[in-house]
């Protein structure tokens, strides 16, 4: 699709071989061309921090202004019908470059953004956000990006704010808590509900949001394990997309976390007043980085909050139990 539009999005890195190496020469690109960008990374530096310290793992809450946006974004049908789609390539800003990632998606800097460097990760095709067609692409990616990045995925009703658009983000490996708090849960807070030589899967509590684990070199191993959970997950009455968050890394072979989800947003965000807090848990959440774009909400957080918000929006300790159970009788029958 070279047409001369798209040889304006383009951004000419053709003497370059690797992902990692255009997605680092875009993103120098636009952080000096692109005002919006400017901007968006130079407030980065003032983000404030709170550290929340757990038995055997850390949350940390970001007061991020920048974020405004996309944590108050109305998803509902009619809003996003009555909008032009802003990951479409023909309403992008005329500003923004782009490079190709694999297939028919294409890596843009997010200029909002949370991580250092953190981009979004659109097809060119305007298709809905659903998972389970797209799960291959979204591995191929984690592995084009390298161990350099993680590659995040948020479900139409679990913080995406284009439902209508296929899409994934990355953002720099280790700037989520998970990120390196995954060793030590995986050792002391997971059971493993099937493994054999090339694929492990583990149901990890015990850190305010459960979440299953599938570790494999198999790409085509993970893709059938992913199809198992997301079944198990699947209201037998709907045909719809189970609610989740997804973080994939890779690091010669991979690692897909799922975090199963109850609901999109807390009581919390639909208060007014003073009890309002503006929090729209995303993957960035659940992976231990709670974004609050005002800092009168980032004033009132606390140990107590952190662990209702989490409650509030993923599955009960029960559940888990029941769905890991579910998935190993699946296994023997
Ligand atoms: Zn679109």
């Not at 694999?102 to 060119?124: C, E, Q, R, S």
């Not at 953002?171 to 030590?184: P, V």
């Not at 140990?303 to 029960?318: H, W």
Request: aromatic share 12%; net charge negative; with cysteine.
């Amino acid at each position: 699709m070279q047409t001369e539009f798209s040889e304006k999005l383009y951004l000419d890195t053709e003497e370059l071989s690797s992902i990692p190496e255009k997605a680092e020469k875009m993103f120098e690109h636009q952080i000096s061309n692109w005002k919006l960008a400017v901007g968006g990374y130079q407030s980065l530096s003032s983000v404030e921090i709170k550290k929340f310290e757990f038995s055997n793992f850390t949350i940390e809450a970001h007061f991020n202004p920048g974020r405004i946006i996309s944590s108050s974004a109305k998803v509902d049908a009619k809003s996003i019908n009555e909008r032009p789609c802003f990951l479409c390539s023909k309403n992008l800003p005329a500003e923004q470059k782009a490079v190709n990632a694999f297939d028919d998606y294409i890596l843009l800097v997010n200029p909002f953004p949370i991580f250092d460097k953190h981009f979004t990760i659109p097809t060119l095709s305007h298709t809905p956000q659903l998972i389970k067609p797209e799960i291959t692409s979204m591995l191929t990616l984690s592995s084009l990006l390298g161990k350099g990045y993680s590659v995040f995925y948020n479900g139409p009703k679990c913080g995406a704010s284009a439902p209508d658009h296929i899409h994934f983000q990355a953002g720099n490996f280790g700037f989520m808590m998970i990120d390196h708090d995954y060793a030590e849960l995986s050792k002391s807070n997971s059971k493993i509900v099937f493994e054999d030589r090339e694929l492990k899967t583990s149901f990890v509590t015990g850190c305010l949001r459960n979440f299953i684990a599938i570790e494999s070199n198999n790409i085509s191993k993970i893709v059938s394990e992913f199809k198992r959970i997301y079944s198990s997950l699947q209201n037998a009455r709907s045909d719809e997309e189970p609610m989740m968050n997804i973080i994939c890394s890779y690091d010669g072979s991979w690692r897909l976390l799922i975090f199963p989800r109850i609901k999109h947003r807390p009581t919390y965000f639909f208060e007014e007043g003073d009890k309002k807090i503006l929090i729209s848990p995303a993957a960035v959440d659940m992976g231990g980085v709670l974004i609050f774009p005002r800092e009168e909400d980032f004033e009132k957080i606390t140990n107590e909050l952190i662990v209702d918000v989490f409650k509030q929006v993923t599955f009960s300790d029960d559940d888990f139990h029941y769905l890991a159970e579910k998935m190993m009788m699946g296994e023997k029958g």
